[in-house]
């Protein structure tokens, strides 16, 4: 499954830079686009990017996250999984140290003695790649990102997302430092290409991936992956909650080129098989622990469910929606005793930090209506998610905070200015919101709209929504499909925040269009392979792709055209033309100006 | 193609009110949806309404622009067209004579004796419903909605809106009056059930349809234009600009119970073979007088586009990308005179005052690029179009505004603001904005998000754009999608405007949601086919439209399950539950309400 050809055009060939270049094969002309790296400090510093060659010469450099996939030179196999990119900058830290870890389980997978779905695990689906034994920081290290940046130090990761931001490594390590920005990296991670989060930066986005009791493979859950990297996801969470749960993340991360986020209650609660009032802190703890050594960059937990908040939802129109949420609140009521997790928040931190697991404090009792926005209930976690940021803080955790959910555009920019006040600005990372309850298979739509408002005003990443939200499990095309809307969102919030170099982008592509270079236009599209599609339903010839007008006006009615024509009749370069008309119109000036005199109403 | 059968679930049967009702057939359960209509001052002033049955016993009645072919009492034939509703009306206020009318000419039909295309206009194409003489203001009379309201009359037009809104007359007759609002209705097109276009009201949604010289038939666009209403267009715009330009609109418009919109320039320009410098203000006001007879509701005039403009846009990214825009500046540009419609505005305001035929001052020089947004070339143009506003209240046309186009998110506000300013409030009706250009064949959604932003603010009609903008002509999938995508935008707006009444439909939604009446949420849904559709492709069985839990997370980890769980095990009324945490809450609180002590940082 190493899937070159997904938007790889149909040959390739050796470029004179020695990188591997895709063409179309027309004449000669390299055009399309290759992958390129922008070389660090060190040789073993790479950023990749994504070229864009245009037929005029010109080329766009775009920012990539599809791993090394898409690049022809390099060989990918899942099995074995993709090169420790950063295993020698972790090494050369001197801060970690290899160890035993915790033995793997049956019932890491789902599958226990007790349990009348029995059997030994399919040991056909452990992970083959080279074995390896999880690393930790030494006693008394502070071996996270948010402790290397307080503390001067530019790491090499640092100085990655530096490239690939295009801006200054200093501003990333002050970012950092401030807790205004999370650069997710578990030290078992080493596979990652590191990037940012923070409203500082371009703004990121998250797809979930995750099998369900219901359906879903291991294969399908690594395919999907690859694929929401593919088209632009900038993490990714596995949220499985079936059989292979342990299996299945192994996988995943070891052929993960970005970040892996999760939420260790789920597979905490299957251990206890369902039952949530089985749930103890140490199962909890030992599911951290396990997660952790795998590798997962962020955890989602839902420590701000206090006991005091849950009477808050009984009168609301869907109650808790969150399933984190729902979970600990049902623990809370069943024992009547206040959360393990906001009870052991301090334990965590410790054990979150030995590892740089990055915190997502979850959002447990977001609103899943409109008439439940911004109420009493999700505004007591946020208060209670500001503390919990100031404690992880203090353990030198990285910390993000989770943002809802159905939310109405009015009330959007509350959330975030109430976030970022509360907790002291750290990195907002919202579900949409859904800006409204009625259109069931278009919630990607529903919340875009929300998500590019909410990321203007400072959200750092959108966690996409699939059109089967609420329906049922994303397939392929609708991964494909959320991924396109929320880099959509995205990019207008980059545009709207004045990021800079964003417009370049849009520039580069609008230049395409009116010059009718049709092949850049699609190269250049956030989805090249639909762009085209969709031009050749109704002109499909070759020539068409040359022609100076399009299927939705036809050669007569082309606004371009005649827009270029009246550039061409009036002179050939913009100054001239600027010149001529100028003449025309002072011409006009002199003559009043207008032909309406002013009336007396 | 009456095309009953598309929203219509399986079987009908007379209710006990003399209504149709649609039933699911489930053990004589009377669920689904069915037409219905609320009565209003007088016998022939029926509003027509979905009203959605739930399994639970209640209704929701939603807003129903489908007209009567969603009726199964009503018997509809596209032949025939549909019955002229508003004809009495009209006819009772005897301000308006029929008379011969401008006779139909080959040219009409983009045929033409010179034409090398040659032969005779295909009269098997001519429409075959009864023969009919335009109607026109008798001599002295001033005949449009504008004209009623300022001198205090309110209309059965006006009534039939108010009940249309929930609002009461008196405030559709102000609003018009003030021209904060417009009700399009050409005397001529009878067939229409009144709408309005005002910020006051629900934000309304125009598809256009319309053949081009590449494709498209007759039939295509008559079947567009009842498929988007059917999914809730507002109006529609023909945009038609290949050969039977004549015909079609005729086909259109006499099948069409939403207003319908052109813009007449296209037509005037086929019947000068697509030569722009050879446009005379002649052949427009023939073409004009052509469609006002044919009942034409507004039309975009783009009178703005003035020749000191021009030269404005010459170091634009994107030149001119508006068809009409480009047209006049190559009409201005080729002859070195000012527009001639805008120095002809007076008379055309008096043929269109003749007809109520409603300006939409089309906005020729909208950015076509994020680069051109909020430009000089833009903002000159919308100054002109306020100072026309003006003219055409002079003269009682009813006139709304139209705005862009390409504008990143951080730039929208400063279009509604300047326009409702500069043009006394008139409705502004946009397309869009797109809010990035890098997103070719996703324009539903960059452009989506820009709607919804602008309506909040206060755009009274959104022109919808489909997922082929800049790459071909939609096909029906498209036209759903675009309608679709657009109707969120609308909903969403509508409830952060606090429209009364909106969130009722997110709240019915909301509630089935919360307890799995998955019937209720799919006939609830803007697209219910879809929404069954996606729900079934994971969990196909029968029974799974009453689990209580759903394919996304599986019975264990269904967070609504959980939720309701709580409620059941803590009481069965909502106030019990509330009772019983209050007071564990009120234990928790006398504890001290927190584990964490204070920090000293």
Same mark, same amino acid.
């Given at each position: 499954?190493?899937?070159?050809?997904?938007?790889? +055009?149909?040959?390739?060939?050796?470029?004179?830079?020695?990188?591997?270049?895709?063409?179309?094969?027309? $004449?000669?002309?390299?055009?399309?686009?290759?992958?390129?790296?922008?070389?660090?400090?060190?040789?073993?510093?790479?950023?990749?990017?994504?070229?864009?060659?245009?037929?005029?010469?010109?080329?766009?450099? =775009?920012?990539?996250?599809?791993?090394?996939?898409?690049?022809?030179?390099?060989?990918?196999?899942?099995?074995?999984?993709?090169?420790?990119?950063?295993?020698?900058?972790?090494?050369?830290?001197?801060?970690?140290?290899?160890?035993?870890?915790? +033995?793997?389980?049956?019932?890491?997978?789902?599958?226990?003695?007790?349990?009348?779905?029995?059997?030994?695990?399919? #040991?056909?689906?452990?992970?083959?790649?080279?074995?390896?034994?999880?690393?930790?920081?030494?006693?008394?290290?502070?071996?996270? !990102?948010?402790?290397?940046?307080?503390?001067?130090?530019?790491?090499?990761?640092?100085?990655?997302?530096?490239?690939?931001?295009?801006?200054?490594? /200093?501003?990333?390590?002050?970012?950092?430092? $401030?807790?205004?920005?999370?650069?997710?990296?578990?030290?078992?991670?080493?596979?990652?290409?590191?990037?940012?989060?923070?409203?500082?930066? =371009?703004?990121?986005?998250?797809?979930?991936?995750?099998?369900?009791?219901?359906?879903?493979?291991?294969?399908?859950?690594?395919? %999907?992956?690859?694929?929401?990297?593919?088209?632009?996801?900038?993490?990714?969470?596995?949220?499985?909650?079936?059989?292979? *749960?342990?299996?299945?993340?192994?996988?995943?991360?070891?052929?993960?080129?970005?970040?892996?986020?999760?939420?260790? #209650?789920?597979?905490?609660?299957?251990?206890?098989?369902?039952?949530?009032?089985?749930?103890?802190?140490?199962?909890?703890?030992?599911?951290?622990?396990?997660?952790?050594?795998?590798?997962?960059?962020?955890?989602?937990?839902?420590?701000?469910?206090?006991?005091?908040?849950?009477? =808050?939802?009984?009168?609301?129109?869907?109650?808790?929606?969150?399933?984190?949420?729902?979970?600990?609140?049902?623990?809370?009521?069943?024992?009547? %005793?206040?959360?393990?997790?906001?009870?052991?928040?301090?334990?965590?931190? /410790?054990? #979150?930090? $030995?590892?740089?697991?990055?915190?997502?404090?979850?959002?447990?009792?977001?609103?899943?209506?409109?008439?439940?926005?911004?109420?009493?209930?999700?505004?007591?976690?946020?208060?209670?998610?500001?503390?919990?940021?100031?404690?992880?803080?203090?353990?030198?955790?990285?910390?993000?905070?989770?943002?809802?959910?159905?939310?109405?555009?009015?009330? *959007?920019?509350?959330?975030?200015?109430? !976030? !970022?006040?509360?907790?002291?600005?750290?990195?907002?990372?919202?579900?949409?919101?859904?800006?409204?309850?009625?259109?069931?298979?278009?919630?990607?739509?529903?919340?875009?709209?929300? $998500?590019?408002?909410?990321?203007?005003?400072?959200?750092?990443?959108?966690?996409?929504?699939?059109?089967?939200?609420?329906?049922?499990?994303?397939?392929?095309?609708?991964?494909?499909?959320?991924?396109?809307?929320?880099?959509?969102?995205?990019?207008?919030?980059?545009?709207?925040?004045?990021?800079?170099?964003?417009?370049?982008?849009?520039?580069?592509?609008?230049?395409?269009?009116?010059?009718?270079?049709?092949?850049?236009?699609?190269?250049?599209? #956030?989805?090249?392979?639909?762009?085209?599609?969709?031009?050749?339903?109704?002109?499909?010839?070759?020539?068409?792709?040359?022609?100076?007008?399009?299927?939705?006006?036809?050669?007569?009615?082309?606004?371009?055209?005649?827009?270029?024509?009246?550039?061409?009749?009036?002179?050939?370069?913009?100054?001239?033309?600027?010149?001529?008309?100028?003449?025309?119109?002072?011409?006009?000036?002199?003559?009043?100006?207008?032909?309406?005199?002013?009336?007396?109403?």
């Amino acid at each position: 499954m190493t899937n070159k050809d997904a938007r790889t +055009p149909a040959s390739t060939q050796k470029s004179s830079d020695g990188e591997q270049t895709a063409s179309r094969g027309e $004449a000669g002309k390299s055009i399309g686009w290759h992958k390129a790296y922008v070389e660090g400090s060190r040789s073993d510093l790479r950023v990749p990017v994504r070229q864009v060659h245009l037929t005029n010469g010109q080329s766009v450099t =775009l920012y990539d996250t599809s791993g090394p996939y898409t690049d022809p030179l390099v060989d990918t196999d899942v099995r074995r999984g993709l090169s420790p990119l950063r295993e020698n900058w972790i090494i050369a830290r001197g801060d970690t140290e290899e160890y035993a870890g915790r +033995p793997v389980r049956p019932e890491d997978d789902g599958i226990k003695h007790t349990s009348p779905r029995g059997g030994l695990r399919n #040991l056909d689906a452990v992970f083959p790649g080279r074995p390896r034994q999880p690393r930790r920081g030494r006693d008394g290290q502070a071996v996270t !990102q948010l402790a290397y940046a307080r503390r001067g130090e530019i790491t090499p990761e640092m100085e990655f997302v530096a490239l690939r931001e295009n801006v200054s490594p /200093e501003i990333v390590r002050e970012e950092i430092a $401030a807790g205004r920005a999370v650069l997710p990296a578990n030290v078992n991670h080493p596979e990652i290409e590191p990037m940012i989060i923070g409203k500082r930066f =371009l703004v990121k986005v998250n797809a979930n991936i995750g099998n369900s009791a219901v359906t879903s493979s291991i294969e399908e859950e690594v395919e %999907k992956m690859t694929w929401a990297t593919r088209w632009g996801a900038d993490t990714v969470m596995d949220l499985s909650t079936g059989r292979n *749960i342990h299996t299945t993340r192994e996988w995943v991360l070891r052929n993960s080129p970005v970040p892996i986020g999760t939420v260790p #209650l789920y597979q905490a609660l299957e251990k206890v098989d369902g039952r949530a009032e089985e749930l103890t802190w140490e199962i909890y703890k030992d599911t951290v622990i396990e997660q952790a050594e795998q590798g997962v960059d962020y955890m989602t937990v839902h420590a701000g469910v206090r006991l005091a908040y849950v009477p =808050l939802t009984a009168n609301r129109k869907t109650g808790i929606v969150s399933r984190g949420g729902s979970i600990m609140a049902a623990w809370c009521l069943a024992h009547h %005793k206040e959360s393990f997790l906001y009870e052991n928040f301090e334990e965590l931190c /410790e054990i #979150l930090a $030995a590892y740089d697991v990055t915190y997502s404090l979850g959002d447990g009792l977001r609103p899943g209506s409109i008439a439940d926005a911004n109420d009493e209930a999700q505004f007591a976690e946020l208060r209670t998610l500001g503390e919990l940021n100031r404690i992880a803080r203090r353990f030198n955790v990285q910390t993000m905070i989770e943002g809802p959910g159905h939310v109405p555009m009015h009330k *959007i920019k509350e959330n975030i200015d109430l !976030q !970022q006040e509360i907790c002291d600005e750290a990195p907002f990372y919202t579900l949409g919101p859904l800006t409204t309850d009625v259109a069931p298979a278009y919630d990607h739509i529903t919340s875009g709209i929300g $998500a590019a408002m909410i990321a203007w005003w400072g959200t750092a990443m959108l966690c996409y929504v699939t059109p089967k939200e609420h329906l049922g499990l994303p397939n392929r095309d609708d991964v494909k499909t959320g991924v396109i809307t929320y880099k959509i969102a995205a990019h207008a919030a980059d545009l709207a925040k004045g990021h800079p170099g964003a417009q370049e982008w849009d520039d580069a592509l609008s230049d395409a269009r009116f010059e009718f270079r049709w092949e850049d236009q699609f190269n250049l599209a #956030l989805d090249p392979d639909t762009a085209r599609e969709f031009h050749d339903e109704t002109l499909p010839a070759e020539p068409a792709k040359t022609a100076h007008f399009c299927s939705m006006c036809g050669p007569k009615f082309c606004s371009m055209k005649i827009s270029q024509d009246i550039r061409r009749e009036h002179g050939a370069g913009r100054s001239e033309i600027e010149e001529g008309m100028a003449q025309k119109s002072k011409e006009f000036a002199a003559g009043g100006n207008r032909v309406y005199l002013p009336i007396a109403d």
